[in-house]
Structures are given as C-alpha cells and as structure tokens.
C-alpha cells in the first residue's frame, strides 16, 4: 500500500504545465492487461516511432491503483495518458465533456476479469451477503465495480444495480491477491484481473470463480483503455501517432511471440510470478491484444440507463478519439 501512495504523490506533485511535443507522461496500473504498454517501455517502442516523426520522445511512466486516482491525475494535468478501465474512461468522459472533452486513444486488448470467491456457499453472485467482502481496485468506479453493478441489474433488476456496492472494497491487485492467497482476513472475494485472478485460483484450494465480465457484457470486450485529453491529443499529433503505432507493435509481438511478452512484462514489473502462468494467461484464447475496441457500447449506454453518467454515447466513436487504427472498433 505505501508503494502504491508513493507512487501516486508522486503522478500528482509532478509538473501541471502544458507539456511540449514530444513529452509523453503515462500511468498504468497493475497486470497483465497493461502488457502492451510494458512490451513499449521495456523494448523503448515509443521512443522508435517518435524517432520515424522526427521527434525526440522522453517517456515517464507512473504506477497508480484505482480509476479515481488515475482520472485525478489526469485532470490534475499531472499525466498525459491515462491506464484505466471502462468504468473510469465513462466517468471522466462524461464529467469533461464540453471542457476538456477526455476521449480514449486506444484499448489494450479484450481479457476475461474473474469476480473470484473462497466462500464455500457463494456460487454465484446471489450467494453474496453482508459479511462478504469483494475487493475491487475503486469502489463505484472501477471497470470491474461498474461489471459487477451491471450483474446485479440483470440478477435483480435496474433498480437494484447497487445491491452489491456496499459489501465493496478498494484494495489493490497485488494486496486483494495476497489476501484471497492467505485466506486470513476478512477479503473473501476480488474482482481483479490476469494475473491475479490465476494466481489465487492456482494458490487458494476454496477459489472459485463466481462471475466471469465476458458472460455480464455478452462476449470478448476491451475492459482497459488509455485515454487523454482533447488538447494534448490536437496539441501533440506526432508524440500521439508514434504512441499508437508503438501500441500496436507491441500488440503483435505480443500476438506472436507470447514468451517474448511475458519475459518484458517480468522485466518491467521486477515481481516473483511464475513465467509459466504468465505465458498461459498470454496464450489463453480468450485474451485477445489490439488496440482497436470491442464491445464497449452495451456498459456505457447501461451505465447512462441507471443514471451513473448523465450523457448518453450512440457510438463508441463517442468516447474514442478518430485513428485509423481503431477503424475496426466497437
């Protein structure tokens, strides 16, 4: 916890000038699902395109925990991109728009987040109880709060998309994960993401999974994006095209040499997880790496019908700024 409120005093006391073309300060958050950008950081993929648009790229990269801290940042102008789910890129969309008008650049690809249990009665998410409780990265704001809410609506109906909210906590990844491991505190559930979700299921006998986001949302979709604003996008346009085209190197490196991935991603986050289930949760076929979204709509338009965001998006292309590299979204 200390290193994750150092690291995010540090995002927020950088510097809030305007940032000149060719400085890109980014904030990811912890698994695999920020893998494309630890295959750019670890093989200076975005310092190569800068060098193609004739710019010197300087690159800062910043870990955070939780949407609410990454959105602050953001706004804060103590970061140019942000790493994040679904569910902060809808808050922070429709509370700047008309003013800083933030819009997603890219997804980082599609992976199934598990909602994982060591309760023996819980089999789905109707077992749930008040002394349960789910640890998720941000309470209300998160990707995996807004799933579970959008779960709850289809369980009880619209009105009850809350239901679970109260037995929610915020707990980062890697502590939710130690936690569901040990299995001595009170945390019983985590709705967390690859490699996390692996590694409690491979390291608590009593972990299941209880709630699987691809059967909430109605298949394969890109729960975590990066997203900036409209100023920095028009006021950047080689530092923001050497970006995706780095993306999307590292997304098919990532595609075809999966090893070579899960070697960067050790390299640049420096913990103890085992390569082997690293490269498994690579390979699994349900994980898909691109940079173009899938399946986005269907949260955005539910969180709009419980009145969780106030503007109402027709299209993804709403909350995505225009790249060719995105023309495949939806």
Partial sequence: MKCVAAAAALALGLSSTAQAEGKLRIAEQFGIVYLLLNVAQDQKLIEKHGKKQGVELDVDWVKLSGGAAVNDALLSNSI????????????????TNGRQNVRAVASLGNFPYYLVSTNPAVKTIADFSQKDRIALPAVTVSVQARILQMAAAKQWGKAEFKKLDPITQTVPHPDAAAAIIAGKTELNGHFGNPPFQEQELAGNPNAKIVLNSYDVLGGPSSATVLYATEKYVKENPKTYRA???????????ATNNPEAAADAYLRVNKGNIDRALLIKVIKNPQVQFKVAPQNTLGLAQFLHEVGAIKTKPVSWRDYFFAHPALDAGS
């Fill in 80 to 95: 140019d991109v942000a790493g994040a789910g679904l569910g902060p890129l809808f808050t922070i969309w429709d509370r």
């Fill in 243 to 253: 970006f995706i085209d780095a993306l999307s190197e590292a997304a098919q490196l």
